[in-house]
Structure formats: structure tokens, C-alpha cells
């Protein structure tokens, strides 16, 4: 079992359509949660992180957890074609320095 | 305010050389950890350094070391090089540890023939 899995897609939504993007993970110590936007042949850039249960909203982005079913999502409303890109979720645990990535779900947002 | 930066931003070695890779963090954060990402895959955790000590290791191979200077920049060496450790290199710094928000550098593309 992967620590952290994510579906690769791609994930396709018209313009202006909600799209969810979701995430797993294994370890019930985890305690950090983010999300990181990767365009192709760019670094990740941090978009949201979320300690606690419940729905974290940003804009656009809304981040969701849930401890007990040890999943975490991103919600993208108004999607719009600049949205197309790698959606890296990202886990920690408090304490143990290391943070373990997913492998990323493209988005494509159709014109 | 600059962000990460990591040099150089593209490498070629030969199997069997050693790298160093560099990295300076955002001004004030204490915290820098290191990368590697295959083409497809997310970023896999290499090392995390914080106030000079080190304070995670991931799956990797003794080959990849790390250090972290009084200024809190860094630096990753990787010894003996294969083919397989053809990646880019992403170094991320952070004000306090790995799990609080961490902010990306442009990466180093290391492409080993």
C-alpha cells in the first residue's frame, strides 16, 4: 500500500466546473496536509495546507479532511484553463521530518 | 524578497562522478529539504536539515549526503553517480520543519550519460 495515493488522471472538467481532486494516505499519525500545484517543467507551488477536520476554503480552493477516513481533497471552482496542471498532495507527521508526496493528478480544464 | 534558489539549474555528469547541488532558503526560514523527481512521479523525500542538524532522512542510498551552513543555505552531494539518479533536484525551504508550509526552488535538472 502506498503512503500517499493519488489518482494520476488525467482529471478533465469544462471551464467553469467544479473540480475534486482527491488523496488517501496510510498514516494515522499524519497531522499536515498539503496540496502543491506543479506546471509541467516547473517546481510545485504551494496552494493550500489544512491541520484540522473540516474544510479549509481559499478563494477559489477549498481544502477537505477527514482524520478518520484519512482523506484529504482539493475542490477547484471556476475552473479555468490556467488551472490545467499536476496537483501534488503532500503528508506529514508531527515530529518525524519527512514529508511524503503523491504522485500528482493532471488537470486538464477544457475550453 | 527572493525565493529559493538552487545552482545550477542544469547539470550533465558522467556515471561514477559526484555532485554538488546547492541551495539558499527564503530569508529567515531555518528549515531546507531536498528532493528528487522522476518524470511522473512526486517528489520523493531525500533529507531535511533544520537549524543546521539533520532532522529526517527518506529511502536513499548513503551515496546522497547533506549539509546545512550557519547561514541555513545547503548543500546535497551525491556520490558515485548512476544513471538512475538522472532527476531534478528540488529543494524546499520552510521557517520552522518539514511539517509546516514549504516553499519550492526552480530545481536542478542533473542528467547523468
Redesign the interface.
Known amino acids: 500500500q502506498k503512503e ?1 495515493e ?1 489518482n ?1 488522471g488525467p482529471l478533465s472538467v469544462p471551464e467553469g466546473a467544479i473540480a475534486s481532486l482527491n488523496c488517501t494516505y496510510s498514516d494515522r499519525g499524519s ?2 496536509f ?1 496540496w ?1 500545484r506543479q506546471y509541467s517543467g ?5 496552494i493550500m ?1 489544512i491541520y484540522s477536520n473540516g474544510d479549509k476554503e481559499d478563494g477559489r480552493f477549498t481544502a477537505q479532511l477527514n482524520k478518520a477516513s484519512q482523506y484529504v481533497s482539493l475542490l477547484i471552482r471556476d475552473s479555468q484553463p490556467s488551472d490545467s496542471a499536476t496537483y ?1 498532495c ?1 503528508v ?13 493528478t493532471k488537470l486538464q480544464v477544457i475550453p | 524578497d527572493a525565493g529559493v534558489t538552487q545552482s545550477p539549474t542544469h547539470l550533465i555528469k558522467t556515471r561514477g562522478q559526484q555532485v554538488t547541488l546547492r541551495c539558499s532558503p527564503i530569508s529567515g526560514h531555518k528549515s531546507v529539504s531536498w528532493y528528487q523527481q522522476v518524470l511522473g512521479q512526486g517528489p520523493q523525500f531525500i533529507f531535511q536539515y533544520y537549524e543546521k542538524e539533520e532532522r529526517g532522512r527518506g529511502n536513499f542510498p548513503d551515496r546522497f549526503s547533506a549539509r546545512q551552513f550557519p547561514n541555513y543555505s545547503s548543500e546535497l552531494n551525491v556520490n558515485a553517480l548512476l544513471l538512475g539518479d538522472s532527476a531534478l533536484y528540488l529543494c524546499a525551504s520552510a521557517q520552522q520543519g518539514a511539517d509546516t508550509e514549504a516553499f519550492f526552488g526552480q530545481g536542478t535538472r542533473l542528467t547523468v550519460v
Open positions: 500517499v493519488q494520476s497531522q499536515s498539503f502543491y516547473k517546481s510545485p507551488e504551494l495546507f501534488l503532500a506529514t507527521s508531527w515530529g518525524y521530518q519527512k514529508v511524503t508526496f503523491g504522485i500528482g
